[in-house]
């Protein structure tokens, strides 16, 4: 299984909800990352797990919450956002270690649209 | 100036043509990607280098480290080639995820 696979695809949310974006992969990968990504532009590191610990966050503002409850998911929950939150956010993996084998694979995105 | 550059940005070719995509960097690498992203679409790795030259299917990515250039090749282009190619590199010595993207080529083939 070399997939990333991310739930839901799109989601449409008001300035006031709580929802959750949901990422998983059975690769054995030990790194994981969010992205977002406007339209146009080249995709923006948030966040990197490694080995279930956050590693990186790429001051990203607190409306974004990470969390990594096992090695193989990795979850985004979303609160208060902005409607300029509103973009592609993608969910990819990779081992740890030798640069050469730290090969990110991507998940297809969850389109978001904030209200 | 930004420390990863793609040439050109925009591309257009008939289908069955060669293309080539390039990527210049200005920093030292462990290693350089190729990425494809279909329009509205999430990314897809096709290529991961530190040296020399990959070939899969019709793609064919050639890296010269000297030069800190690498290339796309696309062999008999096919309208379902029609995307945004992405070229990123991880900086040498950089920490776990530091990828750092060019601004991406968006190629059309025509039928």
Not at chain 1, 69 to 95: G, I, R, T
Not at chain 2, 2 to 28: K, R
């Amino acid at each position: 299984d070399t997939e990333v696979t991310q739930t839901p695809k799109h989601l449409v949310m008001g300035m006031t909800n709580k929802k959750s974006l949901k990422c998983e992969q059975h690769m054995g990968h030990r790194a994981m990352y969010w992205y977002k990504q406007k339209a146009k532009k080249p995709p923006e590191l948030m966040f990197v797990y490694s080995y279930e610990k956050l590693s990186i966050n790429e001051s990203v503002p607190s409306r974004f919450s990470p969390e990594c409850p096992n090695s193989s998911l990795l979850n985004l929950h979303l609160h208060a956002l902005q409607p300029e939150d509103s973009a592609l956010y993608l969910c990819a993996s990779s081992q740890i270690g030798l640069a050469k084998y730290n090969e990110q694979f991507f998940g297809p995105g969850t389109r978001l649209t904030v209200l | 100036k930004n420390e990863v550059e793609q040439s050109p940005q925009n591309l257009t070719a008939q289908e069955g043509e060669f293309i080539t995509i390039n990527c210049s960097y200005s920093v030292g690498i462990s290693a350089l990607h190729w990425l494809q992203q279909h329009p509205g679409g999430g990314i897809v790795s096709l290529f991961m280098l530190s040296s020399g030259k990959k070939k899969h299917g019709r793609l064919i990515a050639t890296i010269n480290i000297q030069e800190k250039h690498s290339s796309l090749h696309i062999t008999a282009s096919h309208p379902r080639d029609s995307a945004v190619y992405i070229c990123a590199v991880r900086r040498h010595g950089g920490s776990q995820g530091n990828l750092i993207f060019g601004k991406g080529t968006k190629l059309s083939v025509k039928p």
